[in-house]
């Protein structure tokens, strides 16, 4: 029995794995559940699931929330400072770190450096912060789980085998609402078009992400960092119909894939179970149904960030950073109707080649740098 917490339970990723750990009610006891904003939802949560703890980040929701639930029967955090003390809660033995954009990175080296296992969801920690988490992962003995589908099926078809045997990881992905678009149509792409992703159903920042194909871009990182291979030896095949996760080339031209119905409950309950594959219903892929994958190559003309992203890992340092913490920014002005579509891929280029480089980071420079990079747009979009 795994004793678990779960930050950022209202999103699409956390409400999927409440639902894992409530099928999986002898492998897990939840313990602590966390959400932003949405306090009704997660006063739902703790009421059906009976958790010690409920952290709402957002202070201005800690009266409603206490006002539903009372205090005889749970813990209530809130704020930035109750969630990071969540994260730091070593009753439990995995997070699921399913936290949206550059907020989930303090969070995911917190519990590692609390000796607790992580399952992580949110790309962004090791996007930004890669280099630190793996040296923190190795002085605390911890152990990262990926909840990412591509990353979730690497990891599958690197068990039992030898890196030093690889060829190349190759990261397939959808290629998102815009595949087939016209490049001199993107500038008036709106949300609306961006929220629609053919395959996928998840929260609002990863499906821009994946429009853009930023999402791609980040998660060549995220592979490289997880799996320590180098960027050279990660490429990425669109696959429209989203059924072959990722793949792995072996030395003697061997590929194992891992296929599955587009669906982030698998992955999820993967991390939570590992190494256990347990029973998850509604699950099966019917290949007869399927009949046909299709692949092709990713157009980095059209899909500027993916670019923008094998650019900065290759840099190093300050790059990737600012290249998240940027697009975060970028992203939620996009949500908020503040900025155009191509305002995303433009304004990363324009801030990554404009900032300062800094070529050994510590969590100081990731801090100031994201102050730095506010204040850059802020100044820029007038806000
Ligand atoms: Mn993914």
Redesign the pocket.
Known sequence: MKNIIILGSTGSIGTQALEVVNNLKEEFNLIGISANTNFNLLAQQAKKYNPKYVCISDENHRKSLIEILGTNNYQILSGRSGLLELSKNNESDIILNALVGSEGMEPTINAIKSGINVALSN?ESLVMAGEIIKQELKNNNVSLYPV????SAIWQCLKGENLSQINKIILTGSGGPFRTKDINEFENITKGEALKHPNWSMGNK?TIDSSTMM?KGL?VIEAHWLFNIPVDKISIVIHPESIIHSMVEFADGSIKAQLGIPSMKIPIQYALTYPKHLPLSGMTLDLVKVKTLNFEEPNLVKFKCIDLAYQSIDKGGSWPVILNISNDILVRKFLNNKINYLDIPNTIEEILNKHEFINQINLDDINYLMDWTKKYMEQKFND
């Open positions: 790309k990412d589908s591509e990353h990863i999402n998660e």
